[in-house]
């Protein structure tokens, strides 16, 4: 094999031409044979195969700095960089991230997760370089997709004042998760294939040769030219007219070629970008079929492309799916917003049917939130749904633009919660801390799936800014004799006892109704109550469990700076309550990448850690049991 004589960076450089040909088909092999077992981001991966050689035959590493935008389609740069070994713990508790982490390699130049970071990123390293005096070259790989988030913009327009060497690689795959979107998208899509780009400069340049003299002369004339006619001809000059020298396109798989452009790029005195045609899913054919299902996959059988494990039971996307749609036939007003995210949202459904009330702005949060605002200002009902993690982008947005002047946005909040094996960059820990800090922001959490329904019909017939968050997975479905009318800043009580009063929100009270159970097993006399919003907090329920308990335990799934507990501790001390807290909640800290039973014990949440915790803290106090 040849990829064995790939140990470390830059052993590519030592190949033949022959053996470089061996190995995009044994790198091609080896991502297919791990993604199927591990999952992972295969469709993205598939495509940048060449593209990685050529990089990284064309660049020294670590010396040279290559920052991976998004960094979802880092995994064959991480096999050149040493770790392919690594691979069968890709994404999984301990092993190797999904991601390019600087702790794993110092090839990782910038660690990634979220999307269009690398053009800023990539120019605050080539900046520091004029600084330092050093001698590096600075590449930033953006796709497609990653190009529609406002910040490359930003980073674009501060990049075309480089005076030194600074390359944008273009990966341009025609595709974000889905189909892109947008004006750039158009743009790029005038001069994406080679071919016809040479075809219509080929046939203005003959048409013209045959009008004598003057046809002649124009065609020198276009030639020289800076501007103007020039970019009916020349691709790129959107990026030229800006002052970012535009190479371009080349073929992304052809490694000679790229080699070349990379070349060229590097002489470059300022700004180049190299706009590189690949294809999502390439060399394998359900991922090319299928280039969003393949785009972040679950384990899968090779030769038939279909996952390893059917999904029996609805996730709560799935429910929030199923709502929007209903509520999207009876409430004409309603209109949903995704930022090109509509499959992991669960929005695909609305947008098919409701497709004139359903908007997929690009990777640009903080854009959709204030076109939210915009569109709830003149009286339609806007959903904006988006993970977590991806709405920490539009804080100012929610903030600025739709809370201060208090309309009503619905912020359905997915994968809100510890999300597994896409790591620190995903985990949605902060929503809460973030959300509940705006004044007038109502934030809720659904212990089940009918809670979430609900919460949902709640929501959007509410008037103000309001946000439902639920976790990624499969919807809890217990409890659900409890369904007691949902009311602004009411908590649910469900098991009315003594002594320790746990006060849960959203996903922890699947987890509460566990701990409660061993308590009660071992004596103690245990209340439990569903405390649904987080703002504005039930101040009254606290007052009255203080009353009654000796414990209030809170428990949620977020840090716990800011969150819930900090809340409920804060009345507890204003109003001097008589009674002990205890805040179960993740520490405020990163959490890396497993599955979300692994974190959930790693950090002490699930049901026996937390039961244990609880009776060390009886214990302390020296309560007695019933
Ligand atoms: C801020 C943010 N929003 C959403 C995402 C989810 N996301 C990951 S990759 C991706 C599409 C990226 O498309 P592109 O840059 O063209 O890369 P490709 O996968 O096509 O190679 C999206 C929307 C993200 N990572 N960050």
């Not at 800043?489 to 009270?509: H, P, W």
Request: aromatic share 8%.
């Amino acid at each position: 094999m040849v990829l064995d004589q790939i140990q470390k960076e830059n052993d590519i450089k030592k190949l033949s031409d022959e053996e470089l040909e061996e190995l995009r088909v044994e790198l091609r092999e080896f991502l297919i044979q791990n993604i199927a077992k591990t999952g992972g981001h295969l469709a993205s991966n598939l495509g940048v195969v060449e593209l990685t050689m050529a990089l990284h035959l064309t660049f020294t590493l670590p010396q040279d700095k290559i920052i991976w935008d998004v960094g979802h389609q880092s995994y064959t740069h991480k096999i050149l960089t040493g770790r392919k070994e690594a691979f069968a713990t890709l994404r999984q508790f301990g092993g190797i991230s999904g991601f390019p982490k600087g702790s794993e390699s110092a090839s990782d130049s910038f660690d990634t997760g979220h999307s269009s970071t690398s053009i800023s990123a990539g120019l605050g390293l080539a900046k520091a370089r004029e600084i330092t005096g050093e001698d590096y070259s600075v590449v930033s790989v953006i796709g497609d997709g990653a190009l529609t988030g406002g910040m490359a913009f930003e980073g674009l327009n501060n990049a075309s004042d480089m005076k030194t060497n600074f390359i944008i690689v273009l990966n341009d795959n025609n595709m974000s998760i889905s189909e892109n979107v947008g004006g750039m998208n158009r743009y790029l899509s005038n001069f994406r294939t080679a071919d016809a780009y040479m075809d219509l400069k080929l046939n203005v340049m003959n048409s013209l040769n045959r009008i004598p003299v003057y046809g002649e002369r124009m065609v020198k004339r276009i030639r020289n030219a800076k501007s103007g006619i020039k970019q009916l001809f020349v691709p790129g000059m959107y990026f030229e007219e800006m002052g970012i020298i535009y190479l371009g396109p080349v073929d992304g798989s052809d490694i000679k070629a790229m080699c070349k452009a990379f070349s060229e790029a590097r002489r470059v005195r300022g700004p180049v970008l190299v706009h590189v045609i690949t294809k999502k899913g390439d060399g394998y054919l359900p991922a090319e079929q299928h280039p969003a299902r393949f785009h972040g996959t679950e384990p899968f059988d090779i030769k038939t492309g279909e996952p390893l494990t059917r999904r029996t039971k609805p996730n709560y996307t799935d429910v929030f799916s199923a709502v929007m749609k209903k509520l999207g036939e009876r409430e004409p007003q309603l209109v949903a917003i995704t930022a090109a995210m509509a499959d992991g949202t669960g929005l695909t459904r609305f947008a098919r049917l409701y497709p004139n009330r359903f908007f997929d702005v690009g990777i640009a949060e903080g854009h959709g939130v204030t076109f939210a605002a915009g569109l709830a200002k003149a009286g339609l009902v806007p959903v904006v749904a988006v993970y977590s993690s991806f709405l920490q982008r539009a804080f100012d947005q929610i903030l600025h633009d739709v809370c201060q002047q208090k309309l009503h946005v619905v912020f359905a909040v997915d994968r809100a919660g510890l999300v597994g094996s896409d790591g620190a960059t995903h985990q949605g820990i902060f929503d809460l801390s973030y959300l509940s800090s705006i004044p007038g922001l109502t934030v809720m959490a659904p212990k089940n799936r009918w809670e979430l329904s609900d919460m949902l019909r709640f929501a959007i017939r509410f008037d103000g800014p309001i946000a439902v968050r639920y976790p990624r997975g499969e919807a809890y479905d217990g409890l659900r004799e409890f369904r007691a009318p949902i009311e602004t800043g009411r908590s649910e009580m469900l098991y009315e006892e003594s002594q320790i009063a746990l006060f849960a929100l959203g996903s922890m009270v699947s987890i509460a109704e566990k701990v409660r159970a061993v308590l009660k097993e071992q004596g103690y006399s245990v209340t439990l109550v569903n405390a649904r919003f987080a703002a504005p907090l039930d101040a009254a329920c606290i007052r009255r469990l203080a009353d009654t308990h000796e414990l209030i335990v809170t428990m949620e799934e977020n840090v716990a700076s800011g969150g819930l507990g900090e809340h409920v501790a804060a009345i507890v001390c204003r109003e001097k309550l008589p009674v002990q807290l205890l805040a179960v909640s993740v520490p405020d800290q990163f959490v890396e990448h497993g599955s979300v039973g692994e974190l959930y014990e790693m950090l002490g949440l699930d049901a026996a850690s937390v039961a244990e915790r609880i009776k060390c803290a009886c214990e302390e106090q020296e309560q007695p049991k019933n």
